[in-house]
């Protein structure tokens, strides 16, 4: 399964609030908390999400022509998203799966 040796770390950034970000085994980031949470049980809970069976996958192309993912609840709140552009609409699914994205 791709992403099985991914590592996930919890952080707290300039202003304070808590982040997660999941890195694969080479050290690249494939996976990062799309806004800052001001208790670190909050952002646990967003980092563990798993699948919703609810939640919403879009898929689109940014303004340089990267193709990036983006993952909103029901309530329309973002609550994950590609942490940097992919030159393949594949490359974007393929991160996406990492996150729980079923297609």
Same mark, same amino acid.
């Given at each position: 399964?791709?992403?099985?040796?991914?590592?996930?770390? /919890?952080?707290? #950034?300039?202003?304070?609030?808590?982040?997660?970000?999941? @890195?694969? %085994?080479?050290?690249?980031? /494939?996976?990062?908390? %799309?806004? *800052?949470?001001? %208790?670190?049980? !909050?952002?646990? +809970?967003?980092?563990?999400?798993? /699948? /919703?069976? @609810? #939640? +919403?996958?879009?898929?689109? @192309? !940014?303004? +340089? *022509?990267?193709?990036?993912?983006?993952? +909103?609840? &029901?309530? *329309?709140?973002?609550?994950?998203?590609? &942490?940097? *552009?992919?030159? &393949?609409?594949?490359?974007?699914? #393929?991160?996406?799966?990492?996150?729980?994205?079923?297609?």
């Amino acid at each position: 399964m791709a992403g099985e040796n991914d590592k996930f770390e /919890v952080y707290q #950034d300039k202003r304070g609030e808590y982040r997660w970000r999941r @890195t694969a %085994s080479n050290g690249n980031i /494939v996976g990062a908390a %799309s806004e *800052g949470y001001k %208790s670190k049980a !909050d952002c646990e +809970k967003n980092m563990n999400r798993g /699948v /919703v069976a @609810t #939640d +919403k996958w879009e898929f689109y @192309t !940014d303004k +340089k *022509g990267e193709h990036r993912w983006r993952r +909103k609840a &029901s309530n *329309g709140q973002i609550v994950g998203a590609s &942490s940097e *552009g992919y030159s &393949s609409a594949k490359g974007a699914k #393929d991160n996406a799966a990492r996150q729980g994205y079923e297609g």
